[in-house]
């Protein structure tokens, strides 16, 4: 059958086409939102196959960061100064090693125009600034640091300046009323104003090449039938990580396996392997963002540790930086030490920003005897605590650089969370790609009517990671691939 195989299918083979259109946009997530858009708004007939029944993806799922500066709007509105130079040197500085700069740089100087693209759209953003730690805002702010920019070791060589755009949102909840829900909701109107149509519950299996390899169409199943799809000049392929295909993990991401997958089941690799098929070339396949499952304002307030009670990197930075430390060099393993005062300022009565109070797993008078709760050899975190208490009584931090304004000594009662395991994740690598969004073959040359963006591809980020990046490049460089799809 036709559609048991990521194989490309002759067109030859093809009796007959189910649907056609201009331009094919295989997912209904940002980046086939964006796509869509603007392969519309270019004069292309476009149709959009997604393979649930409703549009979204992991998109309206999630927080809703967008990673966008160089001087946009809602940074001058908040009060922040940015460059496009500043924005280019973060993110090669932070989303390495070997980032694609030429990515990285389209995305920088096209950035303002980007915020405006999704203003217009609809998107609305609230001219309030975020100022504490934390995965997003404690309300609907619209603007807050999403990637460590103002923390050890950037500020001191690139100025700092927050870029995380969040939508805003009424009744804030993550999920179906979230960030993600409220960038999503306006693009999908703006596709469906500007004519775009869908087709929902079609999972798109692979694609359809004429004799001289040229991306003609795609086969997909519906309902447990087998369906033709004509694309008169080009295929987006929009589908999503593989972080749900269990053999890509282990085969490209083994830092991964066994650890809770934060995207969708749907982001099953298959538009990867649909590339891969034809000879198409991927990139950063073991690259991978981490989540630690902590609350960043208790974690700014107190130290981390190391399954030795030794501290491991500065505690204000992003926190996913944090999650990768923790996963990638400290298999999996830390603790992370308050005293009674940071936990009362974070999840006391009078304390905003945190809806859970999560109680400690230890807690003790002394940190000798919270050392030997924990199993620690002696000494070893009480050196540790002694250490950091010496210099934060002056407010600094030799070891790693934590801003003074969060460095006090760690009093008692003394407290630890049991941060073992408390991790998860979503691989960064893909397809790759170039700055129009055409999908590259290993030869360096564009297959011919094939475009991809989102999380199948290898974007912006190569190993590090901003909240905000992937729906950021995502929606950026979906645009370009609607863009050059109705073009060809």
Same mark, same amino acid.
């Given at each position: 059958m036709l559609a048991e195989t990521v194989r490309p299918v002759l067109e030859s083979e093809i009796a007959e086409w189910d649907l056609e259109a201009d331009v094919v946009v295989a997912g209904y997530g940002i980046a086939g939102a964006a796509a869509a858009i603007e392969a519309a708004r270019a004069g292309a007939e476009v149709l959009v196959l997604e393979r649930s029944g409703g549009w979204g993806g992991a998109a309206s799922m999630a927080g809703g960061f967008i990673y966008l500066g160089g001087g946009t709007p809602l940074q001058k509105a908040c009060g922040f100064d940015d460059t496009v130079e500043n924005m280019k040197a973060f993110m090669k500085a932070a989303l390495g090693p070997a980032t694609d700069d030429e990515k990285i740089d389209a995305y920088c100087e096209g950035s303002v125009e980007h915020y405006n693209w999704l203003v217009d759209a609809g998107v609305p953003f609230k001219e309030e600034f975020w100022g504490e730690p934390g995965w997003e805002p404690a309300h609907d702010e619209g603007l807050m640091y999403s990637g460590g920019e103002n923390a050890a070791p950037f500020r001191d060589l690139i100025p700092p300046a927050p870029r995380g755009h969040l939508p805003r949102m009424d009744n804030k909840k993550t999920g179906e009323r979230g960030g993600g829900y409220m960038l999503m909701k306006p693009l999908v109107e703006t596709a469906e104003k500007l004519g775009v149509k869908a087709e929902y519950d079609v999972r798109v299996q692979t694609v359809v090449v004429d004799e001289g390899g040229a991306v003609t169409g795609v086969v997909a199943r519906r309902y447990g039938r087998t369906i033709t799809v004509r694309a008169r000049r080009g295929v987006v392929l929009a589908m999503g990580s593989f972080a749900f295909d269990e053999a890509m993990v282990r085969d490209h991401a083994p830092v991964l396996v066994g650890r809770p997958g934060s995207a969708i089941e749907a982001h099953d690799g298959r538009a990867i392997r649909i590339g891969q098929a034809l000879g198409a070339a991927t990139a950063h396949m073991d690259a991978a963002e981490v989540a630690v499952h902590a609350a960043p304002q208790l974690m700014v307030r107190g130290i981390l540790v190391n399954a030795h009670g030794q501290r491991f990197i500065a505690e204000d930075t992003y926190p996913g930086r944090i999650g990768q430390a923790m996963l990638f060099h400290q298999n999996n393993e830390a603790f992370l030490i308050i005293d009674q005062q940071a936990y009362d300022e974070v999840l006391g009565p009078d304390a905003t920003g945190t809806a859970r109070r999560p109680e400690p797993t230890w807690v003790c008078e002394?940190?000798?005897?919270?050392?030997?709760?924990? /199993? !620690? *050899?002696?000494? #070893?975190?009480?050196?540790?605590?002694? $250490?950091?208490?010496?210099?934060?009584?002056? /407010? &600094?931090?030799?070891?790693? &650089? %934590?801003? #003074?304004?969060? $460095? @006090? *000594?760690? @009093?008692? *009662?003394? #407290?630890?969370?049991? !941060? @073992?395991?408390?991790?998860?994740?979503?691989?960064? /690598?893909?397809? %790759?790609?170039? =700055?129009? &969004?055409? =999908?590259?073959?290993? &030869?360096g040359e564009p297959i011919p009517g094939l475009f991809a963006a989102g999380r199948c591809t290898a974007g912006v980020c190569a190993g590090g990671y901003a909240s905000g990046a992937s729906l950021g490049d995502g929606s950026f460089f979906g645009r370009r691939a609607g863009m050059s799809a109705a073009r060809r």
């Open positions: 002394s940190a000798d005897e919270l050392e030997e709760e924990m /199993g !620690l *050899p002696a000494g #070893a975190l009480t050196s540790t605590v002694n $250490v950091y208490n010496a210099h934060a009584a002056d /407010g &600094s931090d030799p070891l790693f &650089s %934590k801003d #003074a304004k969060w $460095v @006090r *000594p760690i @009093r008692t *009662p003394i #407290a630890a969370f049991d !941060l @073992r395991g408390m991790t998860s994740g979503f691989p960064l /690598g893909g397809l %790759k790609t170039g =700055v129009d &969004s055409e =999908v590259l073959h290993v &030869s």
